[in-house]
């Protein structure tokens, strides 16, 4: 399995063939005794997520073992990112397990307001597992704006000014996820 390096933004590759890879969390790392998840990552979520998580061991390095019973179930990054529209960043991510009838792994953003609210996920049709270790990559470009529906039933265009990345599996299935990284492209 390749090197679990970084997951997510490794700061001393601030840019690397015409990428800037973000630097968010540095090495995933955990500085609380007993956390479940490394620094800055929460779990989340679902409508009512049924499932687990917990860090484990890869090659030496911190990744992230999900497990998704009854919902879609998914690790992120808790800081919202500053984004302009049209901006693109790849986002990719390795995982290794297995997905039963309907499930999928997968990669991708939220995207958010200015005022912090959440406007839409960004995702691509997921990845069937089938226990060898497969890269999940994609290419995700900042719309202009994103049509949300109002009190009122308007419907107005929203720019997205902050993205949060994440990983996930959609159930059933397990996968441990390790190389993940996050490159704002030129």
């Known amino acids: 399995m390749k090197k679990f390096a970084v997951l997510l933004f490794a700061a001393a590759a601030a840019v690397a063939f015409g990428a800037e890879t973000l630097d968010v969390n ?20 679902g409508p009512k997520p049924v499932g687990k998580y917990e860090v484990v061991q890869v090659d030496g390095k911190n990744a992230v073992k999900i497990t998704a019973e009854k919902s879609l179930n998914a690790v992120l990054f808790n800081t919202l990112i500053p984004v302009v529209p049209g901006e693109k960043y790849e986002l990719s991510v390795t995982a290794t397990g297995t997905t039963g009838k309907g499930g999928t792994a997968n990669v991708g953003a939220h995207l958010w307001s200015e005022k912090g609210k959440y406007l839409r996920g960004d995702y691509a049709n997921g990845v069937k597992l089938t226990g060898q270790p497969v890269t999940i990559k994609r290419v995700i470009t900042i719309p202009e704006a994103v049509e949300v529906k109002q009190k009122d039933g308007s419907v107005e265009g929203v720019v997205p000014k902050n993205i949060r990345v994440l990983f996930f599996i959609q159930s059933p299935g397990e996968a441990v996820f390790t190389d993940f990284s996050a490159k704002k492209l030129d």
């Open 26 to 45: 540095g090495s995933f790392k955990i500085t609380k005794p007993g956390a479940k998840l490394p620094d800055g990552w929460i779990w989340n979520y």
